[in-house]
């Protein structure tokens, strides 16, 4: 079956560090892949879109990249604060499925 | 950006009860809208596709009759949970599809029911 994976749970850095969040998929690349930013309680916010036939997407201290060949995209918070501090999901653009998220802590 | 709200943003009801769920796309029309439901520390689970105009698509395992998906609008999806029990208790999210495929998603509605 399709899947879509957060390989870590939880990832705990200093402040002024780069997060980098792994999401893997199976089988066929997907059109594209979305990341979210969750906060407890509340619903997920739109960060990013990447599609199969683009490398890198940059939106301020964030970067995603898209890898077709490893079947894998990162997501990068550069220059990490505090208030980065949720839950990061990654979602499967043909069906919308959603990884099942990793916990970022940003530690001052 | 892209707005979505969700009404209510909570609800208790009694078990065998029914309750509505709106979603509604407040600056853009969509299509196509999502029904997902999430647990706690858990994430979240595909429910149905909505699609305006059309019958909606439910994900296997999830009870057509149960929760009844209702698209009438460029703006506006509802579910309703029919006879509610216990363990339907979830925070349920809507989310709606723009027109480059990003998705918004509604703040959801933490439903106990009792």
């Known amino acids: 079956s399709q899947k879509i994976e957060q390989n870590s749970e939880a990832l705990n850095i200093q402040e002024g560090k780069t997060a980098t969040l792994t999401c893997n998929y199976t089988?066929?690349?997907?059109?594209?892949l979305q990341w979210y930013r969750q906060d407890p309680g509340r619903g997920p916010v739109f960060l990013l879109l990447?599609?199969?036939?683009?490398k890198e997407k940059r939106k301020e201290r964030l970067k995603v990249t898209f890898d077709t060949t490893l079947k894998q995209s990162l997501f990068h918070i550069t220059a990490s604060q505090p208030a980065d501090s949720a839950t990061y999901l990654c979602?499967?653009?043909?069906?919308?499925?959603f990884g099942a998220g990793t916990r970022l802590t940003v530690k001052p | 950006g892209a707005v979505v709200s969700q009404h209510p943003s909570w609800v208790i009801c009694k078990s065998g009860t029914s309750v509505k769920i709106e979603c509604r796309s407040l600056?853009?029309?969509?299509?196509?809208m999502f029904w997902y439901r999430q647990f706690p520390k858990q994430s979240l689970m595909l429910m149905a596709t909505?699609?305006?105009?059309?019958?909606?698509?439910?994900e296997q395992g999830v009870e057509k009759d149960k929760f009844l998906i209702n698209h009438a609008s460029l703006t506006l999806s509802t579910l309703t949970v029919t006879s509610a029990h216990p363990e339907d208790s979830s925070f349920y999210i809507c989310?709606?599809?723009?027109?480059?495929?990003?998705?918004?998603f509604g703040p959801g509605t933490r439903l106990t029911v009792t």
């Open positions: 989310s709606a599809l723009d027109s480059r495929y990003e998705q918004y």
């Open positions: 089988n066929y690349s997907p059109a594209y």
């Open positions: 990447i599609r199969e036939n683009e």
């Open positions: 979602a499967r653009g043909s069906d919308m499925r």
């Open positions: 600056d853009f029309q969509a299509t196509t």
């Open positions: 909505s699609n305006e105009g059309s019958k909606a698509t439910y």
